[in-house]
């Protein structure tokens, strides 16, 4: 097998490896989608409103 | 136990089916049925009540019942087709033995107990929240319980998934690469893992809050991790689907795939980028970031897109090679003329694309933009969107599959094989009808989750243009139309696998 | 087949009619990703740019006292408001009423804060048909100038009990 994996593609091989995909399947969506969200909702300011004269 | 390893030999495909991998596909696609069919009189319900003409139930047991559709319909139907789907994917086509089996029974238990307590909370009016469950309207502890039990199973399941991929390969079951069918329904299975653990993170402070422990939960919140479950689920049914495209392409015209590289490139982009289009439920919502926003429903530069315009090419494609193959090779349309047409699974792979593709894929494409959701968001066009995708593409195609299903693996003939074949066709009608009606009343304004379109009892008067009601009853016959093929599918399954003919152990006939 | 194992080293180059394909979908996607962030800067429609939240409470005192200021009238129990040009509005979703009623001059520009005091609602303004998720706890803020004089409605499009269907406001445009 070792002189056939040095024929082979790179691409092959990492398409081939399910639990690198399952790492960047999970890590991608959970970081750009889902810690990047959490985090702006936490950092939003909260507004006080001026109360207009009565 | 020796049970585990007790298999037969499959007379058409040559492939191991272990005793064990059939018990767990019979009683986890007979379930989905069951959910189906509860699913369906719920549908034929609330469209007689949408339809003004109608206008069947009153507003408290419409709003129950359209909870009931969503769930049992986006949740249990799939999910656990899903799970046959993936036990299959694994322990037949890799030829090897399921991994704990005894641990899949389990999941397959955890999973019913919370589908029947969550159903049992919405029927008794206990968890008339909808689908997505928006806090702070607030459900019985219960309801969000069955969720996460359901949720829990679903991931064992998965596990079991992962392990008989790893069981197979140890065992050398396979030689070299996972054959495709089974690449994808890795995909499927990583964004379900992904999928599942979204719903654990904001079920578990869900239920935490309904029972007083948690005070308060941020609405906003709550809707971004929901739709990491609410809508990543949706693509885990996208890449099960194309999975069973690739599938049902082998089964009936013997379909191979023109280059293998091409539609796994595809399956890599939907792992990577498909679950960002969680994103399309928050285009319109406050607070969040207009970065955040494009960056997530683009699924980062339309990657996850691109993939789904690769397999509309490559499955055709790959159909119309094999058939050249076989002759058909006559004009440029001899080789779809001369597809097996008068069998299920080719009409329900092809319509399943194509409403898939070009009602459900493109509104959603377009739907999903920034500004366009302005248009959109929470009309019913947005119900016909998905009509389009989880029901015209998923569920089609699900069907599709169950009539060589039970031959193959549960080996019963047919009953019914006519109006099997007709089912597809009628089915998709009736969805596309219904996509068109939904679409057209949505886009004039026509709300989502709606009892009462003619606004009668509403504190200032109010009346659509009259086109409103006509696409609405549009809408209604086609949902006339497609709940008459899904009662022809859930007869012509239910009878096949409990009174079917069994066959003999080398008869080698699918249809 | 797609359900057996392909031979040993499957990547191959794609033939020409999927280079195609694929590059013309390629160019495609590209398109619709420049599309959404050029219309942050020559179109005008966006949804909501500023990030707020707000406490309920406050926000219902703060409605409040804009009802009370300017108010002008009342409809069907629900009070009509005349506010200033380029004054701060604000439309309150609660169960099952849009408050207040809003009477706005054409061509003014008005910085409109929606907010609820309970539930999620959905702003949807007919018959133009712009829709907007409404969530307790964030100030959804938007800059609405209107084009056109006439009597607008909005629906609510986001499931918010059983009255949800008779959940209707108005705004008049003069």
């Given at each position: 097998m070792a002189e056939g994996k040095d024929k082979m593609s790179f691409w092959q091989v990492f398409y081939d490896d399910i639990s690198l995909l399952f790492l960047l399947g999970v890590v991608i969506p959970t970081v750009l989608y889902i810690i990047w969200g959490v985090m702006e909702y936490a950092n939003a300011p909260t507004y006080t409103p001026p109360m207009p004269a009565p | 136990m020796s049970n585990e390893l007790e298999f037969r030999t499959c007379p058409i495909t040559g492939k191991k089916v272990f005793k064990a991998t059939q018990n767990l596909i019979w009683i986890n696609a007979v379930t989905a049925v069951v959910f189906i069919l509860i699913g369906g009189i719920m549908a034929f319900l609330i469209a007689m009540t949408r339809w003004p003409a109608v206008h069947l139930l009153p507003a408290e047991m419409f709003y129950r019942f359209l909870t009931a559709h969503g769930l049992n319909m986006l949740i249990f139907w799939i999910v656990f087709f899903e799970i046959a789907g993936l036990y299959f994917g694994a322990s037949v086509l890799l030829n090897s033995r399921l991994a704990a089996p005894r641990v899949a029974w389990f999941a397959y238990i955890l999973m019913l107990v919370g589908a029947i307590l969550v159903n049992i909370m919405v029927f008794t009016g206990?968890?008339?929240?909808?689908?997505?469950?928006?806090?702070?309207l607030k459900a019985d502890p219960i309801y969000y319980l069955g969720i996460i039990l359901f949720a829990v199973g679903a991931l064992i399941g998965c596990g079991i998934f992962f392990g008989t991929l790893a069981v197979a390969k140890a065992e050398k079951t396979y030689e070299g690469s996972l054959p495709l069918v089974t690449f994808g329904l890795s995909a499927a299975a990583i964004i379900a893992v992904y999928t599942l653990a979204c719903g654990a993170i904001i079920y578990i402070p869900t239920f935490l809050w309904s029972i007083g422990i948690i005070e308060n939960l941020d609405g906003a919140m709550y809707r971004l991790i929901f739709w990491g479950l609410g809508h990543s689920s949706q693509q885990i049914n996208v890449t099960a689907m194309v999975s069973i495209w690739y599938l049902l392409g082998a089964l009936t015209v013997g379909a191979t795939p023109v280059n293998e590289k091409v539609c796994r490139t595809a399956f890599v982009l939907y792992i990577l980028f498909?679950?960002?289009?969680?994103?399309h439920h928050l285009l319109?919502?406050?607070?969040?970031?207009p970065a955040h926003k494009i960056v997530n429903t683009s699924y980062m530069m339309y990657l996850a897109v691109l993939a789904s315009m690769i397999h509309a090419l490559a499955i055709p494609m790959a159909a119309e090679v094999a058939q050249r193959k076989k002759g058909?090779?006559?004009?440029?349309f001899e080789w779809l003329s001369k597809a097996p047409w008068g069998e299920p699974g080719f009409p329900a792979m092809i319509f399943s694309l194509i409403i898939f593709g070009f009602i459900g894929g493109i509104t959603g494409v377009v739907y999903g933009t920034e500004q366009l959701s302005i248009k959109s968001h929470n009309t019913w066009a947005l119900t016909g969107h998905f009509h389009g995708t989880v029901v015209g593409g998923t569920t089609l195609a699900f069907m599709g599959l169950t009539y060589y299903v039970i031959p193959l693996i549960f080996r019963r003939e047919l009953i019914g094989k006519k109006w099997a074949t007709a089912q597809p066709y009628i089915f998709a009608i009736g969805i596309t009808l219904l996509a068109i009606g939904m679409g057209g009343a949505g886009t004039l304004g026509s709300p989502r989750r709606h009892w009462d379109v003619t606004f009668a009892d509403a504190i200032i008067p109010f009346s659509f243009d009259p086109a409103v009601i006509l696409f609405t009853t549009l809408a209604a016959i086609g949902a006339l139309i497609a709940v008459t093929g899904g009662a022809i599918y859930v007869g012509v399954s239910v009878l096949s696998v409990f009174f079917g003919r069994k066959m003999a152990p080398n008869e080698a006939k699918i249809l | 087949m797609s359900i057996t194992s392909p031979e040993k080293y499957w990547w191959k180059p794609a033939d020409l009619q999927e280079k195609v394909w694929i590059t013309i979908a390629i160019l495609w996607c590209l398109v619709l990703s420049v599309m959404m962030p050029l219309w942050h800067i020559i179109g005008t429609q966006n949804p909501s740019l500023e990030p707020m939240k707000i406490r309920t409470d406050d926000y219902r005192a703060v409605s409040d006292a804009f009802i009370e200021k300017y108010k002008v009238g009342e409809e069907s129990g629900i009070p009509v408001v005349e506010p200033p040009a380029n004054s701060d509005v604000y439309l309150r979703a609660q169960m099952w009423n849009w408050t207040p009623i809003l009477k706005l001059k054409k061509g003014v520009n008005y910085k409109f804060h929606i907010s609820s005091t309970d539930l999620m609602h959905g702003f949807s303004l007919m018959p133009i048909v712009m829709n907007f998720q409404i969530v307790p706890g964030h100030d959804n803020i938007l800059n609405i100038t209107p084009t056109e004089a006439g009597t607008f409605h909005i629906l609510c499009?986001?499931?918010?009990?059983?009255?949800h269907h008779t959940m209707i406001g108005k705004i008049i445009v003069i």
């Open positions: - | 206990k968890a008339t929240v909808m689908f997505s469950s928006y806090v702070p498909i679950n960002l289009a969680a994103e319109t919502d406050p607070t969040l970031s058909f090779t006559k004009g440029m | 499009n986001e499931f918010c009990g059983i009255g």
